[in-house]
Nanobody, 119 residues
Framework: QVQLVESGGGLVQAGGSLRLSCAAS????????MGWYRQAPGKERELVAG???????RYADSVKGRFTISRDNAKNSVYLQMNSLKPEDTAVYYC?????????????WGQGTQVTVSS
Protein backbone atom coordinates (compact mmCIF):
# COMPACT_ATOMS: atom_id res chain seq x y z
CA GLN A 1 0.00 0.00 0.00
CA VAL A 2 1.00 3.65 -0.33
CA GLN A 3 3.44 4.87 2.29
CA LEU A 4 4.79 8.39 2.63
CA VAL A 5 7.34 9.19 5.32
CA GLU A 6 8.31 12.82 5.82
CA SER A 7 11.29 14.00 7.84
CA GLY A 8 13.58 16.97 8.36
CA GLY A 9 11.34 19.46 10.10
CA GLY A 10 12.22 21.33 13.25
CA LEU A 11 12.40 24.66 15.04
CA VAL A 12 14.35 27.38 13.27
CA GLN A 13 14.70 31.13 13.55
CA ALA A 14 13.37 33.43 10.87
CA GLY A 15 15.84 33.59 8.01
CA GLY A 16 17.06 30.07 8.60
CA SER A 17 16.91 26.98 6.41
CA LEU A 18 15.59 23.43 6.55
CA ARG A 19 15.61 20.52 4.10
CA LEU A 20 12.64 18.21 4.15
CA SER A 21 12.70 14.67 2.79
CA CYS A 22 9.93 12.31 1.80
CA ALA A 23 10.39 8.60 1.18
CA ALA A 24 7.59 7.09 -0.90
CA SER A 25 6.58 3.49 -1.59
CA UNK A 26 3.61 1.50 -2.80
CA UNK A 27 3.32 3.13 -6.20
CA UNK A 28 5.46 3.78 -9.27
CA UNK A 29 7.21 6.89 -7.99
CA UNK A 30 8.90 7.85 -11.25
CA UNK A 31 5.55 7.93 -13.04
CA UNK A 32 3.94 10.39 -10.64
CA UNK A 33 3.95 14.12 -10.20
CA MET A 34 4.91 14.81 -6.59
CA GLY A 35 3.94 17.64 -4.31
CA TRP A 36 4.75 19.13 -0.95
CA TYR A 37 1.70 20.40 0.91
CA ARG A 38 1.40 22.18 4.23
CA GLN A 39 -1.30 22.79 6.78
CA ALA A 40 -1.12 25.54 9.36
CA PRO A 41 -3.40 25.58 12.41
CA GLY A 42 -6.92 26.61 11.45
CA LYS A 43 -6.12 26.66 7.74
CA GLU A 44 -6.74 24.38 4.78
CA ARG A 45 -3.96 22.18 3.46
CA GLU A 46 -2.29 23.90 0.52
CA LEU A 47 0.19 23.01 -2.21
CA VAL A 48 3.59 24.52 -1.53
CA ALA A 49 5.64 23.06 -4.37
CA GLY A 50 5.24 20.45 -7.08
CA UNK A 51 7.50 18.60 -9.48
CA UNK A 52 6.50 16.76 -12.63
CA UNK A 53 7.89 13.46 -13.86
CA UNK A 54 10.13 15.47 -16.19
CA UNK A 55 11.45 17.71 -13.45
CA UNK A 56 9.42 20.84 -14.13
CA UNK A 57 8.47 22.65 -10.97
CA ARG A 58 5.81 24.97 -9.67
CA TYR A 59 5.56 26.93 -6.46
CA ALA A 60 3.03 28.78 -4.40
CA ASP A 61 3.55 32.53 -4.76
CA SER A 62 4.34 32.78 -1.08
CA VAL A 63 7.44 30.58 -1.38
CA LYS A 64 8.79 31.42 -4.83
CA GLY A 65 12.47 32.23 -4.74
CA ARG A 66 12.87 30.71 -1.26
CA PHE A 67 11.91 27.03 -1.62
CA THR A 68 13.24 24.45 -4.08
CA ILE A 69 11.67 21.07 -4.75
CA SER A 70 13.67 18.18 -6.20
CA ARG A 71 13.27 14.45 -6.65
CA ASP A 72 15.48 11.36 -6.83
CA ASN A 73 13.66 8.58 -8.67
CA ALA A 74 16.39 6.06 -7.80
CA LYS A 75 15.59 6.61 -4.12
CA ASN A 76 11.82 7.12 -4.51
CA SER A 77 12.27 10.39 -2.68
CA VAL A 78 11.28 14.01 -3.00
CA TYR A 79 12.92 16.90 -1.18
CA LEU A 80 12.09 20.47 -0.24
CA GLN A 81 14.91 22.90 0.43
CA MET A 82 13.51 25.84 2.39
CA ASN A 83 15.59 28.99 2.73
CA SER A 84 14.85 32.43 4.20
CA LEU A 85 12.14 30.92 6.35
CA LYS A 86 9.43 33.16 7.75
CA PRO A 87 7.10 32.71 10.74
CA GLU A 88 4.20 32.29 8.30
CA ASP A 89 5.89 29.14 6.96
CA THR A 90 5.08 27.45 10.27
CA ALA A 91 2.96 24.38 9.48
CA VAL A 92 2.96 20.62 9.23
CA TYR A 93 4.45 19.65 5.86
CA TYR A 94 3.32 16.60 3.92
CA CYS A 95 4.23 15.00 0.63
CA UNK A 96 1.91 13.18 -1.73
CA UNK A 97 1.70 12.15 -5.33
CA UNK A 98 -0.24 14.72 -7.31
CA UNK A 99 -2.65 14.78 -10.22
CA UNK A 100 -1.83 16.90 -13.25
CA UNK A 101 -3.99 19.55 -11.60
CA UNK A 102 -1.81 19.37 -8.51
CA UNK A 103 -4.49 17.91 -6.29
CA UNK A 104 -3.27 15.22 -3.89
CA UNK A 105 -3.58 11.85 -5.60
CA UNK A 106 -3.93 9.60 -2.57
CA UNK A 107 -6.26 9.87 0.38
CA UNK A 108 -3.48 8.44 2.51
CA TRP A 109 -1.26 10.99 4.26
CA GLY A 110 1.87 10.32 6.25
CA GLN A 111 2.47 11.77 9.67
CA GLY A 112 3.97 14.92 8.21
CA THR A 113 6.87 16.88 9.62
CA GLN A 114 6.42 19.96 11.79
CA VAL A 115 8.18 23.15 10.76
CA THR A 116 8.18 25.96 13.29
CA VAL A 117 9.76 29.30 12.47
CA SER A 118 10.29 31.71 15.33
CA SER A 119 10.48 35.46 14.84
Amino acid sequence: QVQLVESGGGLVQAGGSLRLSCAASGFTFSARFMGWYRQAPGKERELVAGITTGGSTRYADSVKGRFTISRDNAKNSVYLQMNSLKPEDTAVYYCNAATTGWRPMYNYWGQGTQVTVSS
